[in-house]
Nanobody, 120 residues
Framework: QVQLVESGGGLVRAGGSLRLSCAAS????????MGWYRQAPGKQRELVASVTQGGNTNYADSVKGRFTISRINAENTMYLQMNSLNPEDTAVYYCNANGLTALRGIFNARGQGTQVTVSS
């Protein structure tokens, strides 16, 4: 079983910055892709950014140039540096990861989420 734990959310004023962290643990052989999703009240969950094991990244248009995703493969950790935050970024942010377990089974895990609130 694979567990993901997010941290780093909080309340920040518009224009401020936050750094989210995601730590994966459990029966992991290899993590392929990792990503951050967010869901605001009354809205569908959306992909914010993703990163492959090789370091290829992808961003939602709304966060390009403001957010930076990164990961440390050896530590099974992932980060999201969020700069120039605005109230539209307010949401619960979820970490997601997929890959292979130690027994070579496929896993797709998601964390419990961390709240990010940006005040105007």
């Amino acid at each position: 079983q694979v567990q993901l734990v997010e941290s780093g959310g909080g309340l920040v004023r518009a224009g401020g910055s936050l750094r989210l962290s995601c730590a994966a643990s459990g029966s992991i052989f290899r993590i392929e892709a990792m990503g951050w999703y967010r869901q605001a009240p009354g809205k569908q969950r959306e992909l914010v950014a993703s990163v492959t094991q090789g370091g290829n990244t992808n961003y939602a248009d709304s966060v390009k140039g403001r957010f930076t995703i990164s990961r440390i493969n050896a530590e099974n950790t992932m980060y999201l540096q969020m700069n120039s935050l605005n109230p539209e970024d307010t949401a619960v942010y979820y970490c997601n990861a997929n890959g292979l377990t130690a027994l070579r089974g496929i896993f797709n895990a998601r964390g419990q989420g961390t709240q990010v609130t940006v005040s105007s």
